[in-house]
């Protein structure tokens, strides 16, 4: 099945926000270690997690799509049953 341009930018930019939180994080540990790996750990900790609100956001554009496409289907079926009872 053929994915449309937008379903291919998030699918990329899903990806792309998994590698910024890895790569981000580690190397956020590195820049933060002098400090001692307590601070180090939280900070690391802090940017993982704002860094996945990227995740979801994209997660939550794809599956709004779904939506909005599946109910686009529901109604070109409730439309046909509609015009043969009505008729």
Known sequence: MQKDIFERIIDFLHGASWAIVFFGALITFKIFF???FAITFFITIIYIILSLF????LDAFSTNKKRLAEAEKQTKLLEKIYSKHTK
């Open 34 to 36: 002098p400090l001692g």
């Open 54 to 57: 990227l995740v979801l956001a």
